[in-house]
């Protein structure tokens, strides 16, 4: 369920903090945030996955109820980005870089020779 995957990212989230070393190990860092579209997949996988061995135990899967379900979680476009806030690109990336680093300047170790 959606509760459960949230669960595990909030575990991998709090393993991270207390020992940043192996958490590197052992997944990616990313705000919560930005990995809901994945949660998100990863249940409608499962919700399929689920669907599917329902109609197999059905004695007539082609009228089993679980057959419309399983048709909108496959055949029907979904918005797992639906949160996410996109940005665009601005006008002049390369001035902003370089305002970026000015403040740095001297400091990063190619600009020392």
């Known amino acids: 369920s959606m509760l459960k995957s949230t669960f595990s990212l909030i575990a991998i989230n709090q393993l991270s903090l207390a020992n940043p070393q192996r958490a590197a190990a052992v997944a990616p860092q990313a705000p919560i945030e930005t990995l809901l579209p994945a949660v998100r997949v990863k249940l409608s996988i499962d919700r399929a996955i689920a669907l599917t ?59 020392r020779h």
Do not use: C, H, R, W
């Open 53 to 111: 061995k329902e109609m197999i135990d059905s004695p007539d899967p082609a009228s089993s109820p679980a057959i419309e379900e399983l048709k909108g979680v496959l055949l029907k476009p979904q918005n797992y980005t639906k949160t996410l806030k996109l940005q665009g690109v601005p006008e002049s990336p390369a001035a902003l870089y370089l305002d970026a680093y000015k403040p740095m300047k001297g400091d990063l170790p190619f600009q």
